[in-house]
């Protein structure tokens, strides 16, 4: 299920940007801002919060949000297993599951994120959070996702922003939220509006 912002009764041409916290055993990841259940949306996009599955199940929903063409960024939101502060994957290898292998014979071995990483970093660090970025792909279902949504997206002039943002061991909600709305913003800094039909 894909719950969406939108302002009632009006058509929204915001960009979308889906945010997808992919472990569902990781309480208060959600951007709900209060008790009214609003949820937060960055300055100039509406956010598309995609809630924890089957992995199969979020990369064919993530495709499909993506393939509607109103959603022009996805944002993954995992743990950072190694430790260290909150990090940036810039990249995912051609691996199924099992990670015993490959999950397309006919795909590249590795697919490069097309997330604006050096300016999300900047923002982390500018905030506050220590922040890096790695080539190093974790042998988890974020590598997984991310490989899938970008070996999947079509070679079009307007590529969507894809990015897995991996949080720290230790950090708490706060903080989360903290580090996934500033991902979030910087990517949104990037999207035009929808064009009027």
């Not at 916290?21 to 259940?37: I, K, M, R």
């Not at 109103?70 to 939101?77: K, Y």
């Amino acid at each position: 299920m894909i719950i969406e912002t939108e302002t009632p009764g009006r058509s929204d041409r915001r960009p979308g940007i889906a945010i997808c916290a992919y472990e569902a055993d990781a309480p208060g990841w959600d951007l709900v801002e209060d008790l009214s259940g609003e949820v937060w949306s960055p300055a100039g996009a509406r956010t598309l919060r995609i809630p924890a599955e089957d992995p199969d199940h979020l990369a064919r929903m993530i495709g499909s949000v993506l393939d509607s063409g109103d959603c022009r960024a996805v944002l993954l939101v995992g743990r950072n297993p190694k430790g260290g502060g909150f990090r940036m994957q810039m990249r995912a290898e051609n691996r199924a599951l099992d990670r015993k292998s490959r999950l397309s014979d006919t795909g590249p071995a590795v697919a490069r994120t097309t997330a604006p990483v050096a300016d999300i970093v900047r923002a982390l660090n500018e905030i506050g959070l220590a922040a890096d970025a790695s080539s190093d792909s974790v042998d988890d279902v974020g590598s997984y996702l991310l490989y899938r949504v970008l070996a999947d997206l079509p070679d079009e002039a307007h590529t969507p922003a894809v990015g897995l943002l991996r949080a720290p061991p230790g950090a708490d909600e706060a903080a989360v939220k903290k580090a996934v709305k500033t991902a979030a913003s910087v990517m949104a800094g990037q999207m035009a509006l929808l064009p009027r039909f």
